[in-house]
């Protein structure tokens, strides 16, 4: 009776590590736990067929009435129940699980410890199957890109540089809507696609509102989820429909320049910190300075790269803060940017699987700034 | 030093108290806190210029390094800080706050209460905004059943009763694109609607795959969310292609019948669980008998509705075990429906503002049951 289960009370949706876990996705919270060998879910009459059809091979599942008496759903005689056929004291659980239940779980005698990092370490490297799921929600990205790319071409530059298309004015959110429209057709969840242009473009996180302007940076971040598989892609271009400035060809030069900087870098035992600031080095000397003035941040103030899996951002990440060398197996983002509200921002982003010897480039996106 | 603050830590993505609260999303985590008349966000630099133009009027935008030195991120020393400046021992939270950083909040010698039940209880009752946004979403999902009406009337029945349109099989995904495509060009997020055919739509959760036939019945349940609002939609309508069985057509008229009479109860002082109670007796004494044999669940076994808001689940449920009486204000779905894995599904979801006297309906999509 000394050892400790894990247990995690989520829904699917909310919760990467329980879709990680279980296998599947619901809208509505459900308990999963492992001891030893031993996998299940616990679920209600609701999703048991759905858990049955979509769980792990290797996961048993339960109906609530199998730990509770008929009618009853007390959560925490739920646990109590399974806590007694585990013969275990306590449980170990994500480090996001509700305090409300928590508190309960250990005003029944049982102990709760949350987990000091990742849940489930192994979500970091990726298998052959989930770098497959990724590369299809990338390639959708890259089919929404295509998209916007046709659309801007298409565009006509009306007075005051502002773009026309189909005969009305040409908005971040009809862009948006069409690469949106692009990825659902193949089975994507679009949750927050940027086409950010002008100053807002300045800003990494501003996912662009209003009308579009020619001879101007638009930053396209397009990152959907796979309704199916849960995981996601992440890509982002930068173009200017017309002609840009010489700063701003100057700009995305370096841009372009610190992310196949930053590429090269990438392999197994690499520091994550290290090519943070190899990439930021590189543009602080083509002339491209960083800070922060009384109204914005300016030059590159964000991180390099990010792991993408069952969530879009998730471990490791390539931070000036992260020395813990890259093990290969994980999917990266390298994405730097140049940000400056007087004329805009550039970031340009890929896609990597960390190897031995280096990387994988999953994106296939062509680079170019200018659509003429 | 002995009042309590109110303490979020969440994405708006995730945590709709969260963005009822700040009002605004973020994929990434942030803090917003309340106590007394202030009210406040404190966020990354990332997020600064997207919760100054987004945050509610009376809420206050702080950075990380307002309360924190210079380049520490230290969330534990940030909430003693925060407790400092608002004098402060402790914080009430939500119910589901994540427990690793409550432990560490406690260890730090403040005390963190989860709520008992709701953290704005004022979420349960919709002002003018709200229920413009929830009727903005409402409508979107009917343009998405429209479409799959369209669909379904210019597919053509081959031999077993398939379905066929465009010149291929006509599957549930396929159907599923359709009613997406609608509501994405709408600025909706469609995360799971459901296009169940056949034995599956005797599953109310299951979503539906592969080829759909002629003759039975298509439970279509479409739940957008809007992408700037955060506000969900949610109708269900269902529909046969071609004939309906004498069974399926009496079934479809008993589940309209429970509807009705579940709509024309829900008011200010209603008791959930009568309207619940009268709308399963009416299907009962049908002859249409709810129990579970060895495989499934049959006849009526979930809850007759439920609040929809910034989540799509949310209070008050229309359910047996809720006895607390509506107040008024409220948004509520009515959705009675029969399974029987014999022959398959039938739901019928409309949606409500209660009021004093009654209760306003928000679905304004047909009912019908045969698409000739």
């Known amino acids: 009776m000394s050892e400790i289960a894990r247990l995690i009370l989520a ?81 170990l659980v994500p480090d996001d699980f509700p305090l409300y239940w928590a ?24 298998n052959e199957l989930e770098v497959e799921a990724i590369i299809r929600s990338q390639r959708a990205g890259e089919a929404g890109l295509a998209r916007a790319v046709e659309v801007l071409r298409e565009s006509e530059i009306g007075a005051d540089r502002a773009l026309f298309w189909n005969g009305a004015a040409l908005t971040s959110e009809i862009l948006r809507a069409e690469i949106d429209l692009e990825m659902v057709r193949r089975g994507m969840l679009p949750t927050g696609t940027i086409c950010a242009g002008g100053a807002q473009s300045a800003q990494p996180h501003n996912a662009g509102s209003g009308q579009l302007y020619a001879n101007s940076p638009i930053v396209m971040d397009i990152f959907p989820q796979s309704a199916t598989s849960g995981y996601w892609g992440d890509l982002t271009r930068t173009v200017v429909r017309g002609k840009a400035s010489d700063l701003v060809k100057k700009a995305y030069g370096t841009v372009l ?23 930021a080095r590189l543009m602080e000397e083509a002339g491209f300075h960083t800070g922060r003035n009384e109204t914005a941040d300016f030059g590159f103030f964000h991180g390099l790269g990010h792991g993408v899996g069952l969530e879009i951002h998730e471990a490791p990440r390539l931070s000036p803060r992260n020395r813990t060398p890259l093990r290969g197996g994980e999917i ?17 982003e890929d896609l990597l699987y960390v190897t031995g010897s280096g990387a994988r480039c999953l994106t296939e996106a062509p680079d170019f700034l200018e659509i003429d």
């Open 257 to 279: 320049a610190a992310r196949e900087l930053g590429k090269s870098l990438v392999k197994a035992g690499a520091i994550p910190a290290e090519i943070h600031l190899a990439a």
């Open 332 to 348: 990266v983002t390298v994405e730097p940017g140049l940000y400056y509200p007087e004329w805009g921002g550039i970031r340009l």
């Open 11 to 91: 829904s699917g949706e909310k919760c990467a590590d329980m879709r990680y876990g279980a296998g599947f996705s619901t809208p509505d919270e459900f308990f999963y736990f492992e001891c030893g060998r031993e996998r299940g879910v616990i679920v209600s009459p609701l999703e048991y067929s759905r858990a049955v059809k979509e769980a792990h091979r290797e996961v048993s599942v339960y109906a609530e009435s199998d730990f509770l008496g008929g009618g009853r759903c007390d959560r925490v005689e739920l646990v109590k129940a399974l806590a007694e056929k585990l013969r275990v004291k306590g449980f």
């Open 103 to 126: 508190d309960r779980i250990r005003e029944a005698g049982l102990a709760v410890r949350p987990a000091e990092g990742r849940f489930f370490p192994a979500r970091e490297f990726k």
